[in-house]
C-alpha cells in the first residue's frame, strides 16, 4: 500500500473542498492559532512515517491526552475503574454538567470532560507528581522525549475553568473524587495544554493498533484484551454527541481534541493523527474528520 501517496491525495482533496469551522475560543489562547494549518500523519507498524502538510509542527493535543491518561489508569486499576466510570457514549456535549447530576456522579465514559477529571483524580491518588509520570508515558510509548507543555495554553485554561471545577466539585459531593479539586484541575489542564506533532502523536497511540505492544517502547503496554477496551471506547465515545456520526463517516478508533487534532488507529495496520484548528458545533476538527473519511473511503476498509 503507498501510504505517501494516498495521504496526499487526501490532502490535497481536503485542501481543494476547503469545508471551513470556526477555532475553539473558549479556552482564549488556542484561538491564537492559525485556522489554516493542516496536517496529517500515518505511521505504520514498522514505524514508517507517511506525512502531508503541516504535520511535523506541534499542536495542543488537549481531549486527546486522555486516551493517554485512560491507557496509565487502565493499566493500574484493572476491573476496579469501571465502577468510576461509565462505558456508555453520552449524547451530550463533553462538558455538560446537567449530565453528571442525572447520572448521580459516575460518568457516562472517560472521554467527557467529568469521566477523564475521575481518570486523573485517579492518577493523582496513585502518583505524587501525575503529570511528571503522565509525561514521562508518552514519551516512552511514543519512544521520544516529544512532549512539551504549552505554559500558555495551561494559563489561559486555568483561567476559564469554572465547567472543569464545577464538575469535579460535583464529583466530589457524590463521593467519586478523592483528591484537592485545584491539584486535579491543575494536573488535567497540564496534560491539555501538552503539545505534540502529527507524527510524535500517532507514535504514542501506535500501542492501540498493535495489540497493545509498542514498537517504539519495545513493551507490551497494555494487554491485548485492555487495548481492545480502549479501542472500543474510542469508536463510541472518542468524538463526544458526534461518536456515531464518526463510525459513520470514518469507521475507526478516534478521538479528537478542541485544539483541531484526530488520533486514530486502523488496528494492526496504523495509527495516525490529523490536525486542522477549525472546529465543527460539536467541538471536532471539521478538516480533520473530512480526511479520515476519505482515506478510508480510499483505502477501502476501515473496522467494517
Ligand atoms: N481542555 C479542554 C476542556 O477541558 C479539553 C476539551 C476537548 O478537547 N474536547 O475543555
Request: hydrophobic share 40%.
Amino acid at each position: 500500500m503507498d501510504y505517501q501517496h494516498l495521504i496526499e491525495e487526501v490532502y490535497q482533496e481536503v485542501r481543494s473542498k476547503d469545508p471551513r469551522g470556526k477555532v475553539a475560543n473558549y479556552i482564549p489562547e488556542l484561538e491564537s492559532v492559525d485556522g489554516e494549518k493542516f496536517g496529517i500523519a500515518l505511521v505504520d507498524l514498522e514505524g514508517n512515517v507517511f506525512g502531508a502538510g503541516d504535520y511535523q509542527e506541534p499542536f495542543s493535543i488537549q481531549s486527546i491526552s486522555k486516551v493517554h491518561t485512560l491507557t496509565m489508569v487502565a493499566h493500574v486499576f484493572h476491573e476496579k475503574l469501571w465502577s468510576k466510570v461509565n462505558v456508555e457514549p453520552s449524547g451530550n456535549p463533553f462538558n455538560s454538567i446537567a449530565q453528571l447530576e442525572f447520572e448521580k456522579g459516575i460518568p457516562r465514559n472517560p472521554f467527557i470532560n467529568a469521566g477523564a477529571l475521575v481518570i486523573t483524580d485517579a492518577l493523582t491518588s496513585k502518583f505524587e507528581n501525575p503529570i511528571e509520570k503522565i509525561t514521562r508515558f508518552i514519551n516512552d510509548v511514543s519512544g521520544k522525549e516529544c512532549v512539551k507543555i504549552n505554559q500558555d495554553v495551561m494559563d489561559s485554561e486555568l483561567d476559564h475553568s469554572e465547567r472543569n471545577t464545577a464538575l469535579a466539585y460535583f464529583l466530589k459531593a457524590y463521593k467519586n473524587f478523592d483528591n484537592k479539586v485545584e491539584d486535579v484541575i491543575n494536573t488535567y489542564v497540564s496534560h491539555c495544554s501538552i503539545e505534540l506533532c502529527c507524527v510524535d502523536l500517532a507514535r504514542s497511540i501506535s500501542f492501540l493498533a498493535n495489540d497493545g505492544y509498542s514498537i517504539y517502547a519495545k513493551r507490551e503496554i497494555v494487554t491485548e484484551s485492555v487495548a481492545r477496551r480502549i479501542n472500543a471506547l474510542m469508536l463510541t465515545c472518542g468524538f463526544y454527541d458526534e461518536s456515531g456520526e464518526f463510525a459513520f463517516r470514518v469507521g475507526l478508533p478516534g478521538k479528537s481534541g478542541v485544539g483541531g487534532g484526530v488520533a486514530a488507529v486502523m488496528p494492526h495496520k496504523f495509527s495516525i493523527a490529523v490536525w486542522s484548528p477549525e472546529l465543527n458545533e460539536k467541538g471536532n476538527s471539521v478538516k480533520s474528520i473530512l480526511a479520515l473519511e476519505l482515506l478510508t473511503d480510499k483505502l477501502k476498509f476501515s473496522l467494517f
